[in-house]
């Protein structure tokens, strides 16, 4: 069996990733840094050494997404690490306690049949790399982390997909979400 | 936000389940141990002090039951430590690589559609008690601790279920499964 990736993204003084700001969307906000890095989340540590707050997710299976749609994102998935890509949005994600008491069809419903969160996703790829990492399971503060690596010249599309999103059916279940975004520093 | 449950198995010399047997079902087997205990599971801990295994699971959401089959559940549900449920089975599992590359809709016919997963477990509630733990995201050797509590006048209807669902479709992505039956110690 393939083993799951586990990453974590480290808050503080250093990182590949420079934080040019932090915005709280929806409930408590995240302690101000200036780098993030994206690491390999070692076994059973919940803090990286010398950041300020660590959030831990893994790269698992896909929850909603349908055949047809699988094979769409295969497709056009765009891959990290793009030399372009100088742009990033790290954006930690919350559901409330109504969301996850839904049934799985009740939720897959809102997800794609009203919200069409894949299709809308799809839209920007592959301008837009995105990767999800699961952190409900770990008992981390938020339940998702979410991904997002873009060039310069695509930060208004970025914008774009995030208001849409943000208007969704789904997006009325989000109780936490902090917006982090992020410059690759450069040889770094 | 109700929090995630999260619980362990320890495997020992000591706890309130003394084991009857262990059987590797497939794959690799457990080290054979006298009793286990089932607690709470420590932040950060991956193995209780004196345990010969300890495995970790969460009690989250339901993954492929829809609002009808959940309604249903809710409605006949056993609770766990009933006075008459002296016997109980943990059986881990884990599923291959190919089926956790199965798009949701996939996973989802074969767990239910063909399989009917839960419309069988419906069949004997609430004489068997079931819950179940997943392990999968938390870096555990199996997917899944499945955990099943009885009355020894329903130990027949309990192997009756086993077989069944060991018998599906879906069981065929089962690639490690080890079967370990337990009776409660008195006065423990």
Do not use: N
Not at 96 to 105: H, M, T, V
Not at 146 to 164: C, G, I, K, Q, S
């Amino acid at each position: 069996m393939a083993p799951i990736a586990r990453v974590c993204f480290a808050g503080g003084q250093s990182g590949q990733w420079r934080v040019e700001r932090i915005q709280a969307v929806t409930g408590e906000a995240l302690p101000p840094v200036t780098h993030v890095a994206m690491l390999p989340s070692p076994e059973g540590t919940t803090k990286i050494d010398g950041s300020v707050w660590t959030l831990r997710g893994t790269a698992g299976h896909v929850r909603y997404v349908e055949r047809s749609e699988k094979l769409a994102l295969q497709s056009i998935q765009a891959g990290l690490g793009r030399p372009e890509a100088t742009r990033a949005a790290l954006i930690p994600i919350r559901k409330s306690g109504a969301w996850w008491d839904l049934a799985q069809d009740e939720r897959r419903s809102i997800f794609e049949g009203v919200s069409h969160h894949t299709a809308v996703g799809l839209e920007y790829l592959p301008a837009v790399a995105r990767r999800l990492f699961q952190s409900r399971e770990l008992g981390e503060p938020f339940d998702f982390l979410t991904w997002f690596e873009y060039a310069p010249a695509h930060a208004d599309r970025f914008e774009e997909l995030v208001a849409r999103l943000r208007a969704t059916e789904e997006w009325r279940y989000v109780d936490r979400e902090v917006d982090i975004r992020l410059s690759r520093v450069q040889d770094g």
